[in-house]
């Protein structure tokens, strides 16, 4: 709930329901707040390049700094409609490109707006397609889950939020560009440090889960994470088939965890997949064992190929809501399986104010739930929204790459009540635009800002930086290493969807700048990029 107590839960309920009408994909009926970007567009110097280091130096060797928070927005107006521009998606669609016929366009029709997005499940489970020898189906592939699956070099701040740096670079197509807004939240505390969890797992034991490196692959997760956790955390664990049972009550993990062995030893597959009931059953146990001072998370690790009962994301999650609203219970989806809900999932994610990620193997799993643990259940930020403000003097296009579904009007920025996306310590969320300047253009570009509330206090914080024309100025190709592999995960992303990003490379040129940002990073997961876009490439052809 908002900072400011009068806001009751009836009506942070009703604003929500407001906001997802408002947040439908490909929606283009957005208010626009004329003053925001007028007021935004003065002052602030160029922040660049993720790989420029902790001082924030830009690729053209200008210093960064962070600005203040962006003016208030005026009240909303209607924008012009936009018009079709190179790289809209097969299907005709067209997301977020600038009009460029419009007599005299306005500030208003250069913003972007969106809810912060920390998913990678779609890029887990199309690697995992093409190793099955299958090419992904193009309508669950989310762009930026495959962009932000590659962890980037942006500066970290202190304590909670984020910081906002900003780079960009010369795509292969005359006239066009790719801008990159990098934001990253702090480090985790040690794990001495860390608050204690509470965690409640939601775990699908219906017959699909029978697939070998499913269920089997959840249990051994789930007991190697065991023998990490810390004695004052605690688990319980709750299992659903046609019908929910909550198999082992929130317990503490010092002294018990034999018992807690014990009981994901005894999981075992049984029938249909009733997940509404697996997720209510999951979230009346965490309300029950909720812990004050603890991070209270459900972990839902499913197929998500629900088949008996509610299969709606919104009906189920409306059932919990108060559970969600309540007590700030979130949901972090864990999706296993060669068949696998995509889109059940991530739409249960983001509507239970979480994120997901897909694991195929037992180095995934481990990853997930030893490694980076405190960034898949602690928070940071809660609310998160970015904005970008394009200058309508340099700027003739643009297009956001991904968070087609993440949408949120330009005049609720500033509305706290409206979801945004809740993020943890160790992220980093990357936006790419594909930007196309006016001729002769220079100077300011874009005022991209964050806003966010603390995870702890609820009061609202924000942060902006600025990039210029000169930083667009370099090749993508000859950009920093972060930038090249963030146009590489974009660019095989779009393939996939069979879109038309400007200066789209074949994907056999694509796998070889993959191959060499490989050996320049020695980055397994560099490497396994390289690997899948080659996957693809044969399986095209």
């Given at each position: 709930?908002?900072?400011?107590?009068?806001?009751?839960?009836?009506?942070?309920?009703?604003?929500?329901?407001?906001?997802?009408?408002?947040?439908?994909?490909?929606?283009?009926?957005?208010?626009?707040?004329?003053?925001?970007?007028?007021?935004?567009?003065?002052?602030?110097?160029?922040?660049?390049?993720?790989?420029?280091?902790?001082?924030?130096?830009?690729?053209?060797?200008?210093?960064?700094?962070?600005?203040?928070?962006?003016?208030?927005?005026?009240?909303?107006?209607?924008?012009?409609?936009?018009?079709?521009?190179?790289?809209?998606?097969?299907?005709?669609?067209?997301?977020?490109?600038?009009?460029?016929?419009?007599?005299?366009?306005?500030?208003?029709?250069?913003?972007?707006?969106?809810?912060l997005d920390v998913d990678t499940a779609s890029?887990?489970?199309?690697?995992?397609?093409?190793?099955?020898?299958?090419?992904?189906?193009?309508?669950?592939?989310?762009?930026?889950?495959?962009i932000n699956s590659f962890r980037q070099d942006?500066?970290?701040?202190?304590?909670?939020?984020?910081?906002?740096?900003?780079?960009?670079?010369?795509?292969?197509?005359?006239?066009?560009?790719?801008?990159?807004?990098?934001?990253?939240?702090?480090?985790?505390?040690?794990?001495?440090?860390?608050?204690?969890?509470?965690?409640?797992?939601?775990?699908?034991?219906?017959?699909?889960?029978?697939?070998?490196?499913?269920?089997?692959?959840?249990?051994?997760?789930?007991?190697?994470?065991?023998?990490?956790?810390?004695?004052?955390?605690?688990?319980?664990?709750?299992?659903?088939?046609?019908?929910?049972?909550?198999?082992?009550?929130?317990?503490?993990?010092?002294?018990?965890?034999?018992?807690?062995?014990?009981?994901?030893?005894?999981?075992?597959?049984?029938?249909?997949?009733?997940?509404?009931?697996?997720?209510?059953?999951?979230?009346?146990?965490?309300?029950?064992?909720?812990?004050?001072?603890?991070?209270?998370?459900?972990?839902?690790?499913?197929?998500?190929?629900?088949?008996?009962?509610?299969?709606?994301?919104?009906?189920?999650?409306?059932?919990?809501?108060?559970?969600?609203?309540?007590?700030?219970?979130?949901?972090?989806?864990?999706?296993?399986?060669?068949?696998?809900?995509?889109?059940?999932?991530?739409?249960?994610?983001?509507?239970?104010?979480?994120?997901?990620?897909?694991?195929?193997?037992?180095?995934?799993?481990?990853?997930?739930?030893?490694?980076?643990?405190?960034?898949?259940?602690?928070?940071?930020?809660?609310?998160?929204?970015?904005?970008?403000?394009?200058?309508?003097?340099?700027?003739?296009?643009?297009?956001?790459?991904?968070?087609?579904?993440?949408?949120?009007?330009?005049?609720?920025?500033?509305?706290?009540?409206?979801?945004?996306?809740?993020?943890?310590?160790?992220?980093?969320?990357?936006?790419?635009?594909?930007?196309?300047?006016?001729?002769?253009?220079?100077?300011?570009?874009?005022?991209?800002?964050?806003?966010?509330?603390?995870?702890?206090?609820?009061?609202?914080?924000?942060?902006?930086?600025?990039?210029?024309?000169?930083?667009?100025?370099?090749?993508?190709?000859?950009?920093?290493?972060?930038?090249?592999?963030?146009?590489?995960?974009?660019?095989?992303?779009?393939?996939?969807?069979?879109?038309?990003?400007?200066?789209?490379?074949t994907l056999p040129q694509l796998a070889s700048?993959?191959?060499?940002?490989?050996?320049?990073?020695?980055?397994?997961?560099?490497?396994?990029?390289?690997?899948?876009?080659?996957?693809?490439?044969?399986?095209?052809?």
């Open positions: 709930m908002r900072p400011d107590s009068e806001h009751r839960a009836g009506d942070r309920d009703r604003t929500r329901a407001s906001a997802r009408a408002r947040r439908r994909p490909r929606a283009r009926t957005r208010a626009r707040a004329a003053g925001l970007l007028a007021a935004a567009l003065v002052g602030g110097l160029l922040v660049t390049g993720c790989a420029g280091g902790s001082d924030g130096s830009s690729s053209d060797g200008s210093k960064a700094r962070r600005t203040g928070p962006l003016p208030a927005p005026a009240p909303a107006r209607p924008s012009a409609p936009a018009t079709p521009a190179p790289g809209t998606e097969a299907d005709g669609e067209q997301r977020d490109i600038a009009p460029t016929d419009t007599p005299s366009p306005t500030p208003a029709d250069y913003l972007s707006t969106f809810a890029y887990g489970y199309a690697r995992r397609t093409l190793a099955d020898g299958r090419l992904p189906d193009p309508k669950p592939v989310r762009p930026e889950e495959f942006y500066p970290r701040p202190e304590g909670n939020g984020f910081s906002v740096t900003a780079d960009g670079a010369r795509a292969g197509e005359e006239g066009w560009s790719f801008l990159r807004v990098g934001l990253a939240t702090g480090p985790a505390a040690p794990a001495s440090e860390r608050p204690p969890a509470a965690l409640t797992f939601v775990i699908d034991v219906s017959g699909s889960m029978s697939e070998t490196g499913r269920l089997d692959l959840v249990k051994q997760s789930l007991g190697v994470m065991t023998d990490h956790l810390r004695s004052d955390d605690s688990l319980a664990l709750v299992t659903f088939s046609d019908t929910a049972e909550t198999v082992l009550p929130m317990t503490r993990v010092g002294g018990s965890r034999g018992r807690v062995h014990d009981a994901i030893d005894s999981l075992e597959p049984r029938s249909s997949t009733n997940l509404d009931a697996g997720v209510r059953t999951g979230y009346d146990t965490a309300v029950e064992g909720a812990r004050p001072g603890a991070t209270n998370r459900v972990v839902l690790l499913s197929d998500a190929l629900a088949n008996t009962g509610e299969t709606d994301a919104d009906a189920i999650l409306d059932r919990i809501s108060d559970a969600r609203r309540e007590h700030g219970i979130t949901l972090f989806g864990v999706g296993v399986g060669s068949e696998y809900g995509d889109a059940l999932m991530e739409r249960l994610a983001d509507k239970g104010d979480g994120h997901t990620t897909y694991v195929s193997t037992p180095e995934e799993a481990r990853k997930v739930f030893c490694d980076e643990l405190p960034q898949n259940i602690e928070l940071r930020a809660r609310e998160a929204k970015a904005q970008v403000a394009f200058d309508p003097q340099t700027v003739q296009r643009f297009r956001l790459i991904g968070y087609d579904d993440r949408q949120v009007a330009d005049d609720d920025y500033r509305d706290d009540r409206v979801d945004g996306g809740e993020v943890g310590p160790g992220h980093t969320v990357t936006a790419l635009y594909a930007v196309r300047l006016r001729p002769g253009a220079s100077g300011h570009v874009a005022t991209a800002g964050v806003r966010w509330l603390d995870p702890d206090t609820r009061a609202p914080h924000e942060e902006t930086a600025q990039i210029e024309a000169s930083a667009l100025d370099t090749d993508v190709w000859r950009s920093n290493q972060g930038l090249q592999l963030t146009a590489t995960a974009a660019y095989f992303a779009d393939a996939l969807r069979q879109g038309a990003l400007p200066g789209a490379p700048h993959a191959d060499k940002l490989a050996r320049a990073t020695e980055d397994k997961d560099v490497r396994q990029l390289a690997e899948a876009i080659r996957r693809a490439d044969g399986l095209q052809n």
